[in-house]
């Protein structure tokens, strides 16, 4: 036995359409499967991408770490090269300081741009804020 229904949903279920509770208890069904399944996809393809930047950031890491050791041939490299007219510890003398000189210069230049970064705050988007503000007050008092 079915439960007594208006005249408005019988009309409906005549007419092949269902009463408005329902669909809107269906689409609030489809509408929370559907962001439940736009999750489940964020989260893997979020996996995925996590992966790739672990293995890029290795990949990167093994790079760094080999072109170091270029460097490094390379400085011994410049050492035998200068070895050749001079004694050996007069050659290895010379690429210290030269290396030595390189690192001052980009010390300082390294300490000059994190003085001009400081203080580490957004002032001007500090200042934008108290603008606004004040605005937003003068256009309260009128």
Not at 19 to 35: D, G, I, M, N, Y
Not at 93 to 99: F, N, R, S
Not at 123 to 142: F, L, M, P
């Amino acid at each position: 036995m079915q439960p007594p229904s208006t005249a408005s949903e019988h009309s409906a279920r005549h007419a092949g359409q269902e009463p408005v509770s329902e669909l809107v208890q269906r689409a609030s069904q489809q509408l929370t499967e559907l962001v439940r399944g736009e999750l489940r996809l964020a989260q893997a393809e979020m996996k995925e991408k996590g992966k790739r930047y672990g293995k890029g950031g290795g990949l990167f890491g093994g790079a760094g770490v080999v072109g170091f050791l270029m460097l490094q041939a390379l400085v011994a490299t410049a050492i035998a090269a200068l070895a050749v007219p001079l004694p050996v510890w007069a050659a290895a003398l010379i690429v210290t300081a030269v290396l030595g000189v390189i690192a001052a210069v980009l010390a300082l230049t390294g300490k000059k741009q994190v003085s001009q970064a400081a203080p580490p705050m957004p002032e001007q988007t500090i200042e934008n804020v108290k603008a606004d503000v004040a605005q937003i007050k003068g256009s309260a008092h009128r």
